[in-house]
């Protein structure tokens, strides 16, 4: 578990501190050493306008990471209250919050972000709106189950005894109690957020040139793929460990805050 | 005086008429059994008169107080209520001191919450220490001495027993039932012990009554002994 918790937090080291961790200025262009192979002073290489690509990848996960973490913690929080809410409440509001989440939740994610991503602009900010749209529906749907469950238990009523209001019930006494779960999914999908913002940037729907996001720079080495792979294999390998690594620390979360534990 | 009044009260579930036409009254100080076959509506009714859930007929009265739709929380400094699964009762993410402290807390304003809730813990047999024990480290026995430390931190005038016993082995069941009657006789309150074991309701109750087919039937007391000389 720890050494989990290390990688994920050596990631999040670097994508915090990339600006002091860069060998070379990422968005400096050297025309004369434009798609240098790795060598000993750019070990990753140069990119077609001459960019160091270590330090690209670098600066990238400080996009990449910091905006998908910046999303998960949106729609993870924002889609569990309103699930939480909606369970809690139930009557007309449930109804209305759950049939809208039907529908989000009735188109593929990714279809459906690339439409929103395509209507709204371009730009990072743009295809994170474009995910946090549709991924709320899943937090939601989570934690209205739970916080239907927790509904039932004599605690919730010993609770509504003890003279507690609804909001001191849902904060002490609810969420508290659905937290791990949401948690564990969150760790779960955090994977999938870099995976989904990587592919709306990789599509151009993303991350604006110069900016250095793993999946712009995937669309940038595409190309290039035959004659200078480097370029593309970089942030590939970079988007592949970093997933892998939250993955892994998912599942582990999951275990660990499963059953008894929990 | 009449602690609580019930009057008429109906309920459904879908097309199932699962209490009819329910009268009764508990007077201060007063232990009143129901006994009833499981399923036959004994915990819905201790439901109903804590308005944790509503009844489709009829009225229901606490300390004279018409609480049949009443809303808010303040009816409840009048009446308590220990539930079956003790360790359920307690949210697992709380310490047992700050569960016991939340009525005390919200009714009484008191200042010196843990002390206070430490007296009730020795009032119902429990180290201090169970202040900071969470509901997964103590037994299913403390956790309902627990339980009724909480119920009666606020000195109501009520307190429903639903079951409470039924989840404990015998000896920790009669250890239970010997600290309500206590503490319910010390405190003057009134008791409705909701139970579908007879023989617990003989150290406890002064007078019980059966639901059975959603109706409640008096049991008189020579038909009372006989059958707990059928139970023993």
């Known amino acids: 578990m720890k050494k989990y918790f290390a990688a994920a937090g050596l990631l999040i080291f670097i994508a915090v501190f990339a600006d002091f961790l860069t060998p070379f200025d990422p968005y400096v262009q050297d025309l004369e050493g434009a798609l240098t192979p790795p060598n000993s002073i750019n070990l990753l290489g140069t990119d077609r306008y001459g960019r160091d690509v270590l330090s690209r990848v670098i600066i990238g996960s400080q996009t990449t990471l910091c905006a998908a973490l910046a999303l998960l913690a949106v729609i993870a929080s924002v889609g569990s209250l309103i699930g939480a809410i909606?369970?809690?409440?139930?009557?007309?509001?449930d109804t209305f919050l759950m049939r809208m989440s039907d529908i989000f939740l009735a188109?593929?994610?990714?279809?459906?972000?690339?439409?929103?991503?395509?209507?709204?602009?371009?730009?990072?900010?743009?295809a994170a709106a474009a995910l946090a749209i549709i991924g709320w529906t899943k937090y939601a749907r989570i934690s209205r189950g739970l916080v239907l469950s927790i509904r039932s238990m004599p605690y919730f009523d010993a609770a509504r005894m003890a003279g507690s209001s609804s909001i001191e019930i849902l904060f002490a006494h609810v969420l508290p109690n659905i937290a791990g779960t949401i948690l564990v999914t969150a760790a779960l999908d955090i994977g999938t957020i870099i995976m989904e913002l990587a592919g709306l940037s990789f599509l151009g729907l993303g991350a604006m040139p110069p900016t250095a996001e793993w999946g712009a720079m995937m669309n940038n080495g595409r190309s290039m793929l035959q004659t200078a792979p480097w370029v593309i294999l970089a942030p590939g390998t970079a988007i592949f460990i970093t997933v892998a690594t939250f993955n892994l620390l998912g599942d582990k979360l999951r275990d660990f805050l499963g059953g008894d534990r929990q | 005086m009449k602690i609580l009044d019930v009057r008429n009260v109906k309920k459904f579930f879908g097309k199932r008429l699962i209490l009819n036409d329910i009268n009764f009254t508990v007077d201060a100080g007063e232990c009143l059994g129901i006994v009833g076959l499981s399923g036959g509506g004994k915990s819905t009714l201790a439901k109903i008169i804590a308005r944790l859930i509503p009844c489709d007929f009829g009225e229901i009265f606490l300390c004279g107080e018409d609480i049949t739709h009443a809303t808010g929380n303040a009816f409840y400094k009048n009446v308590q209520m220990i539930f079956q699964t003790p360790e359920d009762s307690f949210n697992p993410r709380r310490t047992l001191g700050k569960?016991?402290?939340?009525?005390?807390?919200?009714?009484?304003?008191?200042?010196?919450?843990?002390?206070?809730?430490?007296?009730?813990?020795?009032?119902?047999?429990l180290p201090k220490n169970y202040y900071e024990r969470y509901p997964r480290e103590v037994s299913g026995g403390e956790c309902q001495r627990a339980a009724i430390a909480r119920a009666i931190s606020i000195s109501p005038k009520l307190l429903i027993c639903?079951?409470?016993?039924?989840?404990?082995?015998?000896?920790?069941?009669?250890?239970?039932?010997?600290?309500?009657?206590?503490?319910?006789?010390?405190?003057?309150?009134?008791?409705?012990?909701?139970?579908?074991?007879?023989?617990?309701?003989?150290?406890l109750a002064d007078r019980v009554l059966v639901l059975e087919d959603g109706r409640l039937k008096t049991l008189d007391e020579s038909k009372f002994k006989e059958v707990l000389a059928w139970s023993d």
């Open chain 1, 86 to 93: 909606c369970g809690y409440k139930g009557g007309r509001l």
């Open chain 1, 107 to 126: 188109f593929p994610q990714m279809v459906f972000a690339i439409a929103a991503a395509g209507a709204l602009g371009g730009g990072l900010l743009n």
């Open chain 2, 99 to 125: 569960s016991i402290a939340e009525p005390i807390k919200n009714f009484l304003d008191d200042k010196n919450l843990r002390g206070r809730v430490e007296n009730f813990l020795a009032e119902v047999g």
């Open chain 2, 162 to 203: 639903d079951e409470a016993t039924s989840a404990l082995d015998v000896n920790t069941a009669e250890q239970i039932v010997t600290l309500i009657k206590k503490l319910c006789a010390e405190k003057n309150i009134a008791c409705l012990f909701i139970t579908h074991d007879l023989a617990t309701l003989k150290k």
